[in-house]
């Protein structure tokens, strides 16, 4: 898997450009999308970013050692009881407060503390996922100095169908957040991931969370201005044979061959996050050729057909493409109905990580 590092840089630079007027924060939640909290963090800060989110106390804690002292990291499903709180408020990471129970710990933990302990606040404009709804957000700042306690740092909500530009939920989720904006007006607001900040300026708000156009994704299917790509992921050829017309290929024998063919074992499967619902559907590329999978992926390899190619062209160790210029992580994501967010988080695990084009050591590669 290689990641290029000047396009994570740009990407982001991209988007500043989109959005003069606000900030735009970067969401680098399950290790940056799988590609490498730790590495890709560190070029988004220098690329200017401040606000960082993630989803859980222990992301924050792992990442924060690779940022500079004065970003932000906010943790976006809130605090666990039992601990979490004390231990963020110790290393001053944010919490997003979502639900009554989570501000009435940080609200406990600030008198006990006799601290001001700030926060984000979430509520509900109509995805049913996280936040406060209308009453719940009255009543947490009818609290006794709730906001002088708690200072609000984000009053932030999301959207749930951002990747449709013309539906109406956005139009109402935008209208719903001004409801509740209206009671904290200073308050800097947050409500666009990817597709927001790429199609609807409206949800824009004073603070951006995108994440996967960051990674070189464009979300949606419409024409977008297009992300700079960040990812590339090669595979080995294993082995290369000659199977008879009848033979089967892989478990189940989910493929039979209808003639004499020519197949070769790709050293990529399941386990490293390429998916098992590409079999006897998906493909991988060598040289302009596209070549298709033969029955079921394996945990470790799956079989494709080579037949097309010139005998002797292809052999153990050379590479195909999984990812690169001819398959995009959309292209993927559309072929097994899936979203491109779940194809890049399901890589990170197995394959070995390069990062090309670190600005800081003159574009040499580093390895993980
Ligand atoms: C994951 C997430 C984002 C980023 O979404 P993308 O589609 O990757 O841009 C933004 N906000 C919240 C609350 C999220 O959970």
């Not at 499903?77 to 990471?93: D, Q, V, Y």
Request: proline share 7%; glycine share 10%.
């Amino acid at each position: 898997m290689t990641i290029d590092v000047a396009a994570i840089a740009a990407n982001y630079r991209r988007l500043c450009g989109m959005h003069p007027a606000a900030r735009v924060g970067v969401v680098v939640k399950a290790d940056a999308y799988g590609l490498g909290a730790a590495q890709i963090a560190p070029v988004l800060a220098a690329a200017g970013a401040r606000d960082f989110f993630v989803a859980h106390l222990a992301e924050a804690l792992a990442v924060k050692p690779f940022l500079p002292a004065d970003v932000t990291i906010f943790v976006l499903n809130g605090l666990a009881p039992g601990g979490e709180a004390i231990c963020a408020a110790e290393k001053n990471i944010i919490p997003v407060l979502n639900t009554p129970e989570q501000a009435r710990d940080w609200y406990a933990l600030t008198v006990d503390q006799s601290r001001v302990l700030p926060a984000a606040l979430q509520v509900d404009t109509g995805m049913s996922r996280l936040g406060l709804d209308e009453e719940e957000f009255d009543e947490v700042l009818g609290w006794p100095a709730f906001t002088q306690k708690i200072p609000i740092r984000l009053l932030m909500s999301h959207m749930a169908c951002a990747d449709v530009p013309g539906a109406r939920a956005n139009t109402d989720q935008i209208a719903r957040l001004e409801r509740f904006c209206a009671r904290l007006p200073s308050v800097p607001r947050s409500l666009a991931n990817s597709a927001a900040a790429m199609f609807l300026p409206d949800a824009a708000g004073d603070v951006l969370r995108p994440g996967l156009v960051l990674y070189g994704v464009d979300p949606g299917t419409t024409g977008v201005p297009h992300m700079r790509p960040a990812v590339s992921l090669e595979a080995r050829v294993i082995q290369v044979r000659d199977i008879p017309a009848g033979a089967g290929v892989g478990y189940g024998f989910d493929y039979i061959a209808k003639f004499p063919l020519r197949t070769a074992t790709v050293s990529a499967g399941y386990a490293d996050g390429w998916p098992r619902s590409l079999s006897s559907r998906g493909g991988v590329w060598f040289y302009g050729n596209r070549l298709p999978i033969l029955g079921r992926v394996s945990m470790d390899s799956c079989v494709v057909d080579v037949t097309a190619l010139l005998k002797g062209s292809i052999g153990p160790g050379d590479r195909v493409e999984l990812i690169g210029p001819n398959q995009s992580v959309s292209d993927l994501a559309m072929l097994i109905g899936t979203t491109p967010h779940e194809i890049l988080t399901g890589l990170g695990r197995r394959f070995s990580k390069v990062y090309a084009n670190r600005p800081s050591m003159g574009g040499e590669e580093m390895q993980s």
